[in-house]
Antibody, heavy 123, light 106 residues
Framework: QVQLVQSGPEVKKPGASVKVSCKASGDTFTNYGINWVRQAPGQGLEWVGWISPYNGKTKYSQSFQGRVTMTTDTSTTTTYLEVRSLRSDDTAVYFC????????????????WGPGTLVTVSS | DIQMTQAPSSLSASEGDRVTITCQASQDITTWLNWYQHKPGKPPKLVIYDASKLEKGVPSRFSGSGSGTDFTFTISSLQPEDIGTYYCHQYDTLPLTFGGGTKVEI
C-alpha cells in the first residue's frame, strides 16, 4: 500500500522561502514520478510541476518558473518542493501526488495523493 | 496553456439522481483527460482516466465519455458518499491544467 506523508503547516513572511517534503513508502521510490499540485483557499487545483526520482528530471509550470525547485532524496524516499520569493497569493494547500504507473517520463495519472501541507504567507 | 472549462460550477441533486458534468478543452486533447473526486478534508482521488476508463476500485455508477474538446462525467445514481468537488484534468500538453471544479451536493 503506497503512502505519502507530507510535512507540517508553515507560516512565512512575503519574500521568504518554504520547503515542503513528501515521503513515499510502500513501493520502489525511483520508479514513479511525483507531482506537486496546489489549491489556494476557495480555489481549484493548480499543477506546479513534476519530478522523476529516477534521474531528477523536472517539468515545471511556467507560472512558477524560476521560483520553484523540486528535488528528491532517494536515501530517504523523500521529494521536496521549494518555493522562493513567496507572495500572499502563494497561500495554499500543497499536495504531492504520485504517478499511478511506473516508468513514465511525463506526468499523466495522479494517484495516490498526499494529505496536503498548508503554507500561509502573511506579514 | 490549455483552458479547461467545467460546467456547472455547482449542483444540488437528490439521492438516486443522475448527475452530469461537462468539461470543454480549449484545444484538441484526444482522450488525455482524467476526472478526480475531491471530498472535504481529504486529498483528491482519481476516478476516471483516459476520458472513459474506470479506475480500479471505483464504483461502476461513475462513467466518463468524450474525445477531442468535449467531455462528460456522469454519476448514474447519486449516493451520499459522492458529495465533493469533481475536477477534469488534461495531460495532453504541459502545463497540465484542471477545470475549475464542480461542487456536488445532496
Amino acid at each position: 500500500q503506497v503512502q505519502l506523508v507530507q510535512s507540517g503547516p508553515e507560516v512565512k513572511k512575503p519574500g521568504a522561502s518554504v520547503k515542503v517534503s513528501c515521503k513515499a513508502s510502500g513501493d520502489t521510490f525511483t520508479n514513479y514520478g511525483i507531482n506537486w499540485v496546489r489549491q489556494a483557499p476557495g480555489q481549484g487545483l493548480e499543477w506546479v510541476g513534476w519530478i522523476s526520482p529516477y534521474n531528477g528530471k523536472t517539468k515545471y509550470s511556467q507560472s512558477f518558473q524560476g521560483r520553484v525547485t523540486m528535488t528528491t532524496d532517494t536515501s530517504t524516499t523523500t521529494t521536496y518542493l521549494e518555493v522562493r520569493s513567496l507572495r500572499s497569493d502563494d497561500t495554499a494547500v500543497y499536495f504531492c501526488a504520485r504517478e499511478r504507473d511506473p516508468y513514465y517520463d511525463n506526468p499523466h495519472y495522479f494517484d495516490p495523493w498526499g494529505p496536503g501541507t498548508l503554507v500561509t504567507v502573511s506579514s | 496553456d490549455i483552458q479547461m472549462t467545467q460546467a456547472p460550477s455547482s449542483l444540488s441533486a437528490s439521492e438516486g439522481d443522475r448527475v452530469t458534468i461537462t468539461c470543454q478543452a480549449s484545444q484538441d486533447i484526444t482522450t488525455w483527460l482524467n476526472w478526480y473526486q475531491h471530498k472535504p478534508g481529504k486529498p483528491p482521488k482519481l476516478v476516471i482516466y483516459d476520458a472513459s476508463k474506470l479506475e480500479k476500485g471505483v464504483p461502476s455508477r461513475f462513467s466518463g465519455s468524450g474525445s477531442g474538446t468535449d467531455f462528460t462525467f456522469t454519476i448514474s445514481s447519486l449516493q451520499p458518499e459522492d458529495i465533493g468537488t469533481y475536477y477534469c484534468h488534461q495531460y495532453d500538453t504541459l502545463p497540465l491544467t484542471f477545470g475549475g471544479g464542480t461542487k456536488v451536493e445532496i
